[in-house]
Nanobody
Framework: QVQLVESGGGLVQAGGSLRLSCAAS????????MGWFRQAPGKEREFVAAISWPRSTTYYADSVKGRFTLSRDNAKNTVYLQMNSLKPEDTAVYYC???????????????WGQGTQVTVSS
């Protein structure tokens, strides 16, 4: 089993920044891909970004490319999502997920965190 704990969400004004963290524990050697997804009220969960392990290949949704950046701290088994130039449409619950490889489909991920709320005011 792998446990994922997200943190770092909150309320920010448009144009501001937040950094989300996802700390992994347990059988992390089985998770070579970690992704972020988000779900706004009344909408389906959508892919945001993902990073592979150990090569750190990254992939971003077009809607966040150039604004969001993924990074990881191997020693802490933690992945960070730096979100800059936030827009009201970025408002959602953000979920961290882990799976066997970097994928953009939510169904490909085996483990999920509890989610953290990000609210961007206009």
């Amino acid at each position: 089993q792998v446990q994922l704990v997200e943190s770092g969400g909150g309320l920010v004004q448009a144009g501001g920044s937040l950094r989300l963290s996802c700390a992994a524990s347990g059988r992390t050697f089985s998770t070579n891909g970690m992704g972020w997804f988000r779900q706004a009220p009344g909408k389906e969960r959508e892919f945001v970004a993902a990073i592979s392990w150990p090569r750190s290949t990254t992939y971003y949704a077009d809607s966040v490319k150039g604004r969001f950046t993924l990074s990881r701290d191997n020693a802490k088994n933690t992945v960070y999502l730096q979100m800059n130039s936030l827009k009201p449409e970025d408002t959602a619950v953000y979920y961290c997920a882990a799976g066997p490889r970097l994928q953009i489909g939510a169904n490909e991920y085996n483990y999920w965190g509890q989610g953290t709320q990000v609210t961007v005011s206009s």
